[in-house]
């Protein structure tokens, strides 16, 4: 059974950082594509980042130059570092693995923004 567990999540002020981890049981790591959504109350699912298997990166406008993905397949672990955190950044952050007509979710962390 596939696991994807993420942590770090919390309360941060305006400004602040945070580093999301996500652990995956998945023996082919390296060769999913691995991604952060989020989603803020009364809103819909929202892809925030993704790291491909070669290491190619996309994100979403609103936290572009803010936000970094990454990977360590020798850990099956992706990270998200956010920086310079904003109210609007506040959400339940999900960790998503994809491939080869496979799709898991892990359970989801909370960030909230505030001062």
């Known amino acids: 059974q596939v696991q994807l567990v993420e942590s770090g999540g919390g309360l941060v002020q305006p400004g602040g950082s945070l580093r999301l981890s996500c652990a995956a049981s998945?023996?082919?790591?390296?060769?999913?594509?691995m991604s952060w959504y989020r989603q803020a109350p009364g809103k819909q699912r929202e892809l925030v980042a993704s790291?491909?298997?070669?290491?190619?990166?996309n994100y979403a406008d609103s936290v572009k130059s803010r936000f970094t993905i990454s990977r360590d397949n020798a850990k099956n672990t992706v990270y998200l570092q956010m920086n310079n955190l904003k109210p609007e950044d506040s959400a339940v952050y999900f960790c998503?693995?994809?491939?080869?007509?496979?799709?898991?979710w892990g359970q989801g962390t909370q960030v909230t923004v505030s001062s």
């Open positions: 998503n693995a994809g491939g080869f007509g496979s799709n898991y």
């Open positions: 998945l023996r082919t790591f390296s060769t999913f594509t």
């Open positions: 790291i491909f298997r070669g290491g190619t990166t």
